[in-house]
């Protein structure tokens, strides 16, 4: 598919340019469905802040009541479960009948204060399986603290958490009650201890309570389900995929990177009359021996089942995202720039989260000069230090991969890997040299410099004395060749529009050659013609006569 792109003198004065060389793109490389899961704003009409107001003086102060009854009532039994399960239960489970005691107690207590929250309802589709049948329930979409509703409905299974929370007071004890797989940040073998205690506790037969599970790993709008984490798939062992829908008029519960806070988002909610959740537990999904063997492809699969019953698509997003947009934002760029879907573009292109961290920097230097976070065709050409010409317009349409006439962020990571590192190659740069060494003494002059891209650009005036002082690092006044290379390794945007001025260039030389071999043709033709031979012959009878 060929792409188009805008080129301008001015923003204001944009105009469509067809590309010279058409490029397929790959699909796999395509901008994702939805391009910002972590984003949620709730719009509020005038109705609803007078409801709102209206309840903050009538309701919330009963139910705010309601919810401190429960706390003074789960403070003995918090101290009850911390003698009945202490710090240490990730070597043996808790006898059975401590296990039901304190299963009834938090069930108990869950759905009463979900109850004061406004979750008057729960609406529970399909059947739970017993941990013998599933060891492992998936649960998604995750978007809000109040999923933990889920627990209630599943018989307070296990779940994985930060080892922190199990210090929280109250909170923490009740945690401990259910026996949870406990996450140390500081530990740096943390991850592999809390996969080895996932497979112990899912491979233990029904030993071991039933282990819950969010794959996301993080909070999302619900419009898709994003890269599911494989911790829950490496035991290999069958999963209840479950999943949670929030069918309310007033969506107050989703909180995510970009939106309101948990404070504002609670007080909302308590502001509503009633709260609706739907809680589905699909069908059991067992792996096949391929599934057992790739905890990814496993992964995909189920979410590929839980993305089908939700009837929402799927994207390759992930936690990193996150991470890149909290970057982007401290860079003074809109957070969503740092959204690459960093599962797909770290497995296609090979990247390390610090690597992609790295070209964020380099890209806000750049985009920060334009608004929206985004580089334009203007921008472009600064950043090289060279005027608009059809070479450089023809590299920024190919990294401006959509066709919008800018280059965002991911389009800018690919462009660097995809384009303009396979083109800056060590032939490349010692050609690129060869080029501009006009007196072939081993170095580059200033004027040299200056003659060949003048000549090559047709800008008889171009000033590139800035472009010359970056690569001439010592202020000796001439490049060496060591010097120019690791320049131009540094800046592989230089190589590729190196390499597509050469390709122009060969281009129209083939145009003009076959322009001059049509001509050549047409006069044989007209020359072999019907016409031209009585033409000819009337004259040769003339000449007789």
Known sequence: ????????????????????????????????????????????????KLKIALASVTLVPLRLLCIFFIVLVAWPCAFLGRMCCPVCVTQEPVPNWKRHVSRFVLKTLGRAFFFCVGFIQIKVKGKKATAAEAPILVVAPHS???????????????????????????????????QPVLVSRTETNSRKKTVEEITKRAQSKGKWPQLMIFPEGTCTNRTCLITFKSGAFIPGVPVQPVLIRYPNKMDTVTWTWQGHNAAMLMFLTLCQPYTNVEVEFLPVYVPSDEEKCDPLLFGNRVRSAMALALDVPITDHTFEDCRLMISAGELTLPMEAGLV?????????????????????????????????????????????????PALQEVFSLFDRNGDGTIDFREYVIGLVVLCSPANTEETIQFAFKLFDLDEDGYITEEEFCSLLRSALGVHDLDVSRLFSDIDVNGSGKISYEVFREFALSHPEYAKLFTTYLELQRYKALQTKDDDNDDDLEAFKKAQSPTASEDSLSSSDKKAD
């Open 341 to 389: 879907e960093f599962t797909k573009i770290s497995k296609k292109l090979n990247l390390k989260w610090d690597n992609v961290r790295a070209q964020l920097d380099s890209f806000s230097a750049i985009a920060n000069k334009a608004k929206g976070g985004r580089i334009g065709i203007e921008e472009f050409a600064k950043h090289l230090k060279l005027p608009i010409t």
């Open 144 to 178: 809000t603290f109040f999923d933990a509703v889920v627990n209630i409905v599943a018989e307070i299974p296990s779940i994985v958490s930060r080892a922190e929370n199990a210090d929280i007071p109250l909170f923490g004890c009740l945690l401990r009650c259910s």
């Open 1 to 48: 598919m060929s792409d188009s792109c805008v080129v301008s003198g001015s923003r204001s004065r944009s105009r469509s340019m067809k590309r010279v060389f058409p490029v397929p793109r790959q699909h796999s490389l395509y901008q994702p469905p939805i391009l910002n899961p972590f984003i949620y704003h709730i719009e509020l009409s005038v109705t609803d």
